[in-house]
């Protein structure tokens, strides 16, 4: 059985940092593409940052330079480190896990972690 378990969301001030973290289990996770999405309250969930099986990432533009993906394949555990937040940031955040690339219709899904944004 699949679980993706995220952690590490809170209430942070306006340009403080955050690292969220989500631990996979039941799959193979070296060979996963890897992403974190958010949904805020009334809008639509959206991809934030991606990262493939061999390293390569994407983001949104709303958060490059500030948010950085990675993962420890040792540690079947994806990353997602958050500087300089900012409000708009404020949303619940989701791990997917996929074979092939990360969109909306990503195989496995976490149950997400709160981050709020205070200003």
């Known amino acids: 059985q699949v679980q993706l378990v995220e952690s590490g969301g809170g209430l942070v001030q306006a340009g403080g940092s955050l690292r969220l973290s989500c631990a996979a289990s039941?799959?193979?996770?070296?060979?996963?593409?890897m992403g974190w999405f958010r949904q805020a309250l009334g809008k639509q969930r959206e991809l934030v940052a991606a990262?493939?099986?061999?390293?390569?990432?994407y983001y949104a533009d709303s958060v490059k330079g500030r948010f950085t993906i990675s993962r420890n394949n040792a540690r079947n555990t994806v990353y997602l480190q958050m500087n300089s937040l900012k409000p708009e940031d404020t949303a619940v955040y989701y791990c997917?896990?996929?074979?092939?690339?990360?969109?909306?219709?990503?195989?496995?899904w976490g149950q997400g972690t709160q981050v709020t944004v205070s200003s």
């Open positions: 997917a896990a996929d074979l092939r690339r990360i969109s909306a219709t990503a195989t496995y």
């Open positions: 039941g799959l193979t996770f070296s060979v996963y593409a």
């Open positions: 990262i493939t099986s061999g390293g390569s990432t």
